[in-house]
């Protein structure tokens, strides 16, 4: 857009400013073509102009006063040099100064100092607690209920058993912490679990509907060293979405949908009751308090280590032939059927290649009694066909395969 | 957050016998449910059971008089009876609580490495109210006749002498310092002082700001006429905005 | 967003089975037993992976073992493994959004493992040009919260900001697939040149009308369709905002114009002209950029005519409405 018009729109303004009484908005309504000459602000323009010297302070509307440039010298960038140097430095002070003398160095078990140093005894208030929580519950101190650590440290060593388990089984374990914080420990008990996590929120129906929710989302079929393998792509295509073998919350009461959904599917969870959770929605109960990080980091690593060690204890065995779990029945299924379509089309090479030789015998003469062989053959394996297709119930299976299906009815 | 009351959920401790009995069925007899993963894992470790009513762990003796059935079997108050100590003493020196307190332990079993009989200093523990409250109860428990009084008495000085001895030395080390060219930097009042006269200083410069800008208006509304035509009644506002200025920028910081 | 990609899914999977059938079209004759075989070539031929849409960058699954490779090319053999079990490929399985999350997880520990890594001021990094939450969203496939995005991004950014000597391979990799592949801040403007005749070429356009116009020093002479601008413009307004740029920056009597304008009316030729010269004029003195788009000579007006709508009686003006 052409500014010309700007001293006539804008003209209100530029006359009521006190300053801006000039003659560029007159100047910039003229039409004559060698009018008030025009300074330019940049050195250069100006350098470039050389005309009309005698009147280079006019303001002009589109000149503004040019910053001189004022260059610094500049300093090379040391940042990274400083950095090494930082780091060196530290590593050479690692050993200055007093020796401390390390008296506490933390032990593979779950001892109650430790859950009681990451705050796992504190419940709630005492009004707002869930009275099918007595049984943790140690007392009243300073109005909030206390929860009683031994209880604690025995059903954790509960949950982390069957933790260890169910990973040993090879099942899918799915570790949930959905409140703000908690990523990184559901994350970090997911990584060392081989296991799946979520941190985000639940979307209703995951499980109960994951057919319209999980659909697409990748897996893969992989063997008892868990290496994948290939050739189910159309299983992978047809099959239904997992489901969690086992479910671990850090905050059931914020997912009550969740563990409604695993236990109409029937799959068992652990969960982090604290004094005013409802403890029947989860299978087993770690009685602790869900508010603190440091407590569920804790719980959330001995699960982690538990499924660990599990995932360890199931490679060892599978390397040395031992498989600890069973293949899923659609996967069987799916298999059974694929040796069965191996055997007809070795069938019908067979035939083809006999068909071949019979015709060039007779040269084109197709009548007789290998041709009735031929049919009886076909009939057969259009028998075993139709059964394939019942039992597959729309697996699939080619449109030629289909329409030969519904031929022979 | 508010919640209605929890609904009771039977199912997710019931998921063995549930499945157990999906598996059993008769109904279709060719149909096979195959065994989940976690089958054999929830035979061998079964849930706690959950909604049996304890027998809360006591903390007192039982009282007698008491009627209501109810109370049987909710969580009762652990009291203890350093508790009305600690209070005593904090009620008696609020100041003792604005001290810095050292909150980090060891392995959780500090407080077995303490032998309240040498006295109020242990190691690994600065003075603080703790350690009178845990020696007095040492007194009251382990030196026969000694009421809480006494013993509060008897440990409450010892307390001060110690405390005394702190300042004396932390005193004659500032000193010894000094002496040889530290420098501790400005005290709490001093860098009060400074931030007040940044902010004096801040609305100075603002409130100059402002003169300057209600001149220019002034200015600008009257320049269409003569200038000279009305100079008091221009000036005078300006003026007195000055003077106000000036007299409370004048102050001397208090 | 999952309906979409169970969509996309659905027609790969067609296009596979379709080129199977094609070429079994091209096949010798079939007898009636080829009815027992298709299986068998869908299954062989089908090379596709069942992963959703993935970025190229973060494409990391490398699936199936090299021996078990043959066993999938051979066309007669089936899959014959006494233990097989479906895994999901992301740990994010459940969150519906696997992708985006498992990124989301990559850059959260990125930030926590580098938090102390010098940084750079914002405005002295190298500009990136970053994907919008919908960029992102079309290019995963996935519909990603604009909370989470927002979420990710502030840590993306934060981590962007690390010092470019002592910037850690994985980091970049990391925030790969939050980058735009093309970077267009890195664009350089193109050079226009002066020819062996010391004529610059520049072209402008405004309203549907496009001019092009040949600037040579001279003395001042315009010609606009081989005609001089008094001709070619009837109106004072269009002359003098055809030369605008020139006048403006005093120029008229040191430039000669040689001008093609076509399309359009007369003040839609003048302004675009006004642009050709102006561009013109900046080659051969580019210093002169600046006045001339503080004057509105370099800027292309976008403004068109609108379409028609059906239903109104113009663009926008509807037919006048009446109660019965």
Same mark, same amino acid.
Request: net charge positive.
């Given at each position: 857009?052409?500014?010309?018009?700007?001293?006539?729109r804008?003209g209100?303004?530029a006359?009521?400013?006190?300053?801006?009484?000039?003659?560029?908005?007159?100047?910039?309504?003229?039409?004559?073509?060698s009018?008030?000459?025009?300074?330019?602000?940049?050195p250069?323009v100006?350098?470039a102009?050389?005309?009309?010297?005698?009147?280079?302070?006019?303001?002009?509307?589109?000149?503004?006063?040019a910053?001189?440039?004022r260059?610094?010298?500049?300093?090379?960038d040391?940042?990274?040099?400083?950095?090494?140097?930082?780091?060196?430095?530290?590593?050479?002070?690692?050993?200055?100064?007093?020796?401390?003398?390390?008296?506490?160095?933390?032990?593979?078990?779950?001892?109650?100092?430790?859950?009681?140093?990451?705050?796992?005894?504190?419940?709630?208030?005492?009004?707002?607690w869930?009275?099918?929580?007595?049984?943790?519950?140690?007392?009243?101190?300073?109005?909030?209920h206390?929860?009683?650590?031994?209880?604690?440290?025995?059903?954790?060593?509960?949950?982390?058993?069957?933790?260890e388990e169910?990973?040993?089984?090879g099942?899918?374990?799915?570790?949930?912490?959905t409140?703000?914080?908690?990523?990184?420990i559901?994350?970090?008990?997911?990584?060392?679990?081989?296991?799946?996590h979520?941190?985000?929120?639940?979307?209703?129906?995951?499980?109960?509907?994951?057919?319209?929710?999980?659909?697409?989302i990748?897996?893969?079929?992989v063997?008892?060293h868990?290496?994948?393998?290939?050739?189910?792509?159309?299983?992978?295509?047809?099959?239904?979405?997992? *489901?969690?073998?086992?479910?671990?919350?850090?905050n059931?009461?914020?997912?009550?949908?969740?563990?409604?959904?695993?236990?109409?599917?029937?799959?068992?969870?652990?969960g982090?009751?604290?004094?005013?959770?409802?403890?029947?929605?989860?299978?087993?109960?770690?009685?602790?308090?869900d508010?603190?990080?440091?407590?569920?980091?804790?719980?959330?690593?001995?699960?982690?280590?538990a499924?660990?060690a599990?995932?360890?204890r199931?490679?060892?065995?599978?390397?040395?032939?031992?498989?600890?779990?069973?293949?899923?029945?659609?996967?069987?299924?799916?298999?059974?059927?694929?040796?069965?379509?191996a055997?007809?089309?070795?069938r019908?090479?067979?035939?083809?290649?006999?068909?071949?030789?019979?015709s060039?015998?007779?040269?084109?003469?197709?009548?007789?009694g290998?041709?009735?062989?031929?049919?009886?053959?076909?009939?057969?394996?259009?028998?075993?066909?139709?059964m394939?297709?019942?039992?597959?119930n729309?697996?699939?299976?080619?449109?030629q395969?289909?329409?030969?299906?519904?031929?022979?009815? | 957050?508010?919640?209605?009351?929890a609904?009771?959920?039977?199912?997710?401790?019931?998921?063995?016998?549930t499945?157990?009995t999906?598996?059993e069925?008769?109904?279709?007899?060719?149909?096979?449910?195959?065994?989940?993963?976690?089958?054999?894992?929830?035979?061998?470790?079964?849930p706690?059971e959950?909604?049996?009513?304890?027998?809360?762990?006591?903390?007192?003796?039982?009282?007698?008089?008491?009627?209501?059935?109810?109370?049987?079997?909710?969580?009762?108050k652990?009291?203890?009876?350093?508790d009305?100590l600690?209070k005593?003493?904090?009620?008696?020196?609020?100041?003792?609580?604005?001290?810095p307190?050292?909150?980090?332990e060891?392995?959780?079993?500090?407080?077995?490495?303490?032998?309240?009989?040498?006295?109020?200093?242990?190691?690994?523990?600065?003075l603080?109210?703790?350690? *009178?409250?845990?020696?007095?109860?040492?007194?009251?428990?382990?030196?026969?006749?000694?009421?809480?009084?006494?013993?509060?008495?008897?440990?409450?000085?010892?307390?001060?002498?110690?405390?005394?001895?702190?300042?004396?030395?932390?005193?004659?080390?500032?000193e010894?310092?000094?002496?040889?060219?530290?420098?501790?930097?400005?005290?709490?009042?001093?860098?009060?002082m400074k931030?007040?006269?940044?902010?004096?200083?801040?609305?100075?410069?603002?409130?100059?700001?402002?003169?300057?800008?209600?001149?220019?208006?002034?200015?600008?509304?009257?320049?269409?006429?003569?200038?000279?035509?009305?100079?008091?009644?221009?000036?005078?506002?300006?003026?007195s905005?000055?003077?106000?200025?000036?007299?409370?920028?004048?102050?001397?910081?208090? | 967003?999952s309906?979409?990609?169970?969509?996309?899914?659905?027609?790969?999977d067609?296009r596979?089975i379709?080129?199977?059938?094609?070429?079994?079209?091209?096949q010798?004759?079939?007898?009636?037993?080829?009815?027992?075989?298709?299986?068998?070539?869908?299954?062989?031929?089908?090379?596709?992976?069942t992963?959703?849409?993935?970025l190229?960058?973060?494409t990391?699954t490398?699936i199936?073992?090299?021996?078990?490779?043959p066993?999938?090319?051979?066309?007669?053999?089936v899959?014959q493994?006494?233990?097989?079990?479906?895994?999901?490929?992301?740990?994010?399985?459940?969150?519906?959004?696997?992708?985006?999350n498992?990124?989301? *997880?990559?850059?959260?520990?990125l930030a926590?493992?580098?938090?102390?890594?010098?940084?750079?001021?914002?405005?002295?990094?190298?500009p990136?040009a970053?994907?919008?939450?919908?960029?992102?969203?079309?290019?995963?496939?996935e519909?990603?919260?604009?909370?989470?995005?927002?979420t990710?991004m502030?840590?993306?950014?934060?981590?962007?900001?690390?010092h470019?000597?002592?910037?850690?391979?994985?980091?970049?990799?990391?925030l790969?697939?939050?980058?735009?592949?093309?970077?267009?801040?890195?664009?350089?403007?193109?050079?226009?040149?002066?020819d062996?005749?010391?004529?610059?070429?520049?072209?402008g356009? &405004?309203?549907?009308?496009?001019?092009?116009?040949?600037?040579?020093?001279?003395?001042?002479e315009?010609?606009?369709?081989?005609?001089?601008?008094?001709?070619?413009?009837g109106r004072?307004?269009?002359r003098?905002?055809?030369?605008?740029g020139?006048?403006?920056?005093e120029?008229?009597?040191?430039?000669?114009?040689w001008?093609?304008?076509?399309?359009?009316?007369?003040?839609?030729?003048?302004?675009?002209?006004a642009?050709?010269?102006?561009?013109?004029?900046? *080659?051969?003195e580019?210093?002169?950029?600046?006045?001339?788009?503080?004057?509105?000579?370099?800027?292309?007006?976008?403004r068109?005519?609108? &379409?028609k709508?059906?239903?109104?009686?113009?663009?926008?003006?509807?037919?006048?409405?009446?109660?019965?």
């Amino acid at each position: 857009m052409i500014i010309r018009e700007f001293g006539l729109r804008q003209g209100r303004n530029a006359l009521a400013a006190p300053l801006r009484r000039g003659q560029q908005c007159l100047r910039a309504l003229s039409t004559e073509t060698s009018g008030t000459p025009v300074a330019t602000a940049d050195p250069a323009v100006e350098a470039a102009l050389q005309t009309n010297p005698e009147n280079p302070t006019v303001p002009s509307l589109f000149a503004r006063t040019a910053k001189p440039t004022r260059r610094r010298p500049v300093a090379p960038d040391t940042t990274k040099a400083d950095w090494e140097t930082a780091q060196q430095m530290r590593h050479n002070l690692r050993n200055v100064g007093a020796q401390v003398e390390h008296r506490y160095s933390p032990s593979d078990d779950v001892t109650l100092e430790l859950l009681m140093a990451s705050q796992a005894h504190m419940g709630h208030h005492a009004s707002v607690w869930n009275p099918a929580n007595a049984r943790y519950i140690y007392g009243i101190r300073q109005g909030i209920h206390i929860i009683s650590l031994e209880q604690t440290a025995a059903h954790l060593r509960r949950a982390a058993r069957v933790v260890e388990e169910v990973a040993y089984h090879g099942g899918l374990i799915l570790f949930v912490g959905t409140r703000p914080g908690q990523t990184q420990i559901v994350t970090q008990a997911a990584r060392l679990a081989k296991a799946c996590h979520l941190f985000t929120k639940w979307t209703p129906g995951t499980i109960t509907n994951s057919d319209k929710i999980l659909p697409g989302i990748p897996v893969e079929i992989v063997n008892e060293h868990d290496q994948p393998i290939g050739g189910f792509n159309q299983h992978l295509m047809d099959r239904r979405a997992l *489901v969690p073998d086992l479910v671990v919350c850090l905050n059931p009461l914020e997912n009550f949908t969740m563990l409604r959904e695993c236990s109409q599917a029937n799959v068992p969870t652990i969960g982090i009751v604290d004094t005013n959770t409802e403890p029947t929605w989860v299978t087993y109960a770690i009685p602790a308090n869900d508010d603190s990080l440091r407590c569920l980091a804790v719980i959330g690593s001995v699960l982690g280590r538990a499924g660990e060690a599990g995932q360890k204890r199931r490679m060892e065995d599978a390397k040395n032939g031992k498989v600890t779990w069973d293949t899923p029945s659609e996967i069987k299924q799916f298999m059974e059927i694929q040796q069965k379509r191996a055997r007809w089309a070795k069938r019908a090479a067979d035939e083809e290649a006999a068909a071949s030789d019979t015709s060039g015998g007779l040269n084109g003469n197709s009548s007789g009694g290998g041709a009735t062989k031929d049919s009886e053959v076909f009939d057969e394996s259009m028998q075993e066909l139709q059964m394939e297709v019942d039992a597959a119930n729309a697996d699939d299976v080619s449109p030629q395969l289909r329409k030969m299906a519904r031929r022979t009815d | 957050m508010v919640r209605g009351p929890a609904q009771r959920q039977v199912r997710p401790a019931r998921v063995y016998q549930t499945v157990t009995t999906l598996m059993e069925h008769r109904i279709k007899p060719r149909l096979a449910v195959q065994q989940p993963v976690w089958y054999k894992v929830v035979e061998s470790i079964p849930p706690s059971e959950i909604l049996t009513r304890p027998f809360p762990p006591q903390h007192r003796q039982p009282n007698p008089r008491a009627r209501k059935a109810s109370r049987l079997f909710q969580p009762q108050k652990l009291v203890y009876k350093e508790d009305e100590l600690r209070k005593k003493f904090y009620t008696d020196h609020p100041w003792e609580l604005a001290r810095p307190r050292m909150i980090i332990e060891m392995d959780g079993k500090d407080a077995l490495r303490c032998d309240w009989s040498k006295g109020l200093r242990q190691p690994g523990m600065p003075l603080s109210g703790e350690c *009178v409250v845990q020696r007095q109860m040492y007194l009251m428990e382990n030196v026969p006749g000694i009421t809480e009084d006494t013993a509060y008495d008897q440990v409450r000085k010892e307390f001060y002498k110690l405390r005394q001895e702190e300042e004396i030395e932390r005193r004659i080390a500032q000193e010894e310092a000094r002496m040889v060219g530290a420098y501790f930097g400005q005290t709490f009042n001093q860098v009060g002082m400074k931030l007040e006269d940044q902010q004096f200083e801040r609305w100075k410069r603002w409130a100059t700001r402002e003169i300057e800008k209600i001149q220019g208006e002034q200015t600008a509304a009257y320049s269409s006429f003569d200038a000279s035509e009305d100079p008091e009644a221009a000036d005078l506002d300006v003026d007195s905005l000055r003077e106000d200025l000036e007299s409370t920028a004048n102050i001397p910081p208090a | 967003m999952s309906s979409l990609r169970t969509g996309f899914r659905c027609l790969r999977d067609i296009r596979q089975i379709g080129k199977v059938a094609a070429t079994a079209q091209w096949q010798p004759t079939s007898k009636a037993s080829l009815a027992y075989r298709p299986k068998q070539a869908i299954n062989a031929t089908r090379s596709i992976t069942t992963t959703a849409p993935r970025l190229a960058e973060t494409t990391t699954t490398e699936i199936i073992p090299s021996d078990l490779e043959p066993a999938d090319q051979d066309q007669s053999a089936v899959v014959q493994v006494p233990y097989a079990r479906a895994v999901p490929v992301s740990p994010s399985y459940f969150s519906r959004k696997p992708i985006f999350n498992d990124a989301f *997880v990559i850059v959260q520990d990125l930030a926590r493992k580098y938090a102390r890594l010098p940084i750079i001021p914002r405005d002295k990094v190298t500009p990136t040009a970053w994907r919008t939450k919908e960029q992102y969203r079309l290019a995963v496939g996935e519909h990603v919260k604009g909370r989470d995005y927002a979420t990710c991004m502030k840590l993306a950014k934060r981590l962007n900001q690390i010092h470019p000597d002592l910037m850690p391979e994985e980091v970049t990799a990391g925030l790969l697939p939050f980058k735009r592949e093309v970077n267009y801040y890195l664009n350089q403007p193109k050079i226009q040149p002066i020819d062996q005749y010391g004529r610059s070429h520049g072209v402008g356009k &405004r309203k549907s009308s496009v001019a092009r116009a040949w600037v040579v020093e001279g003395t001042g002479e315009v010609l606009v369709n081989g005609k001089p601008l008094s001709e070619a413009f009837g109106r004072v307004h269009d002359r003098e905002s055809a030369v605008w740029g020139m006048k403006l920056t005093e120029r008229l009597d040191k430039y000669n114009v040689w001008a093609m304008v076509s399309g359009g009316g007369t003040t839609g030729q003048a302004e675009a002209l006004a642009l050709a010269i102006a561009k013109a004029l900046c *080659v051969h003195e580019p210093a002169l950029k600046n006045p001339l788009r503080r004057a509105g000579c370099i800027t292309r007006d976008p403004r068109k005519v609108e &379409r028609k709508k059906h239903g109104h009686v113009k663009a926008r003006k509807m037919p006048t409405w009446v109660k019965r």
